[in-house]
């Protein structure tokens, strides 16, 4: 298993995991609109306000995380890893890699956003961030540095 940073090439198969990312969300939020992404990421990849971590094994990307940087605030966007590969840490090894990043960069916060209803996530998010404010839907959660 290999964590490294997104290229080009990997961005059809990140809109794939970003639509399996939203067929996810749907179990949470049944006001989620279906969509299947494409051609999303490719103009992000490259776009210094913004990075991408993924987790690969033989050619097979399976997870990854996305983060918007925004003046003293890494923003995680999108985190997701395929249903047959979690439990086996990577979601935590994704999130430390960015607390890391952060931490070595000068950020003051990370924030996330989840789902109320998505436990795992929460249980996961719950072991390095705090609660900072939430609606009916969803809760923002953040860590600071």
């Known amino acids: ?20 990312l939203i067929l996810d969300e749907k179990k949470y ?3 989620v609109e279906i ?10 990849i ?3 306000t913004k990075f991408f971590l993924v987790c690969e094994e033989n050619d097979i990307i399976f997870g990854y995380i996305y983060v918007k940087k925004e003046d003293n605030i890494l923003k995680i966007d999108a985190l997701y890893v ?17 607390i890391n990043y952060g931490k070595l ?22 072991k390095y961030f705090k609660l900072y404010k939430k609606d009916n839907i969803k809760e923002e959660l953040r860590m600071i540095l």
């Open 35 to 44: 969509v299947k992404v494409k051609d999303f990421y490719k103009n992000y």
């Open 1 to 20: 298993m290999m964590f490294r940073s997104a290229i080009v090439n990997d961005a059809d198969k990140l809109d794939e995991l970003l639509t399996q």
């Open 29 to 31: 939020d049944p006001n």
């Open 82 to 98: 395929l249903e047959e590969y979690r439990n086996k840490g990577i979601a935590t090894h994704l999130l430390e890699e960015v």
């Open 105 to 126: 960069n000068n950020y003051e916060i990370i924030s996330i956003n989840v789902l109320e209803n998505n436990l795992k996530a929460k249980k996961l998010y719950s």
């Open 46 to 48: 490259n776009d210094n």
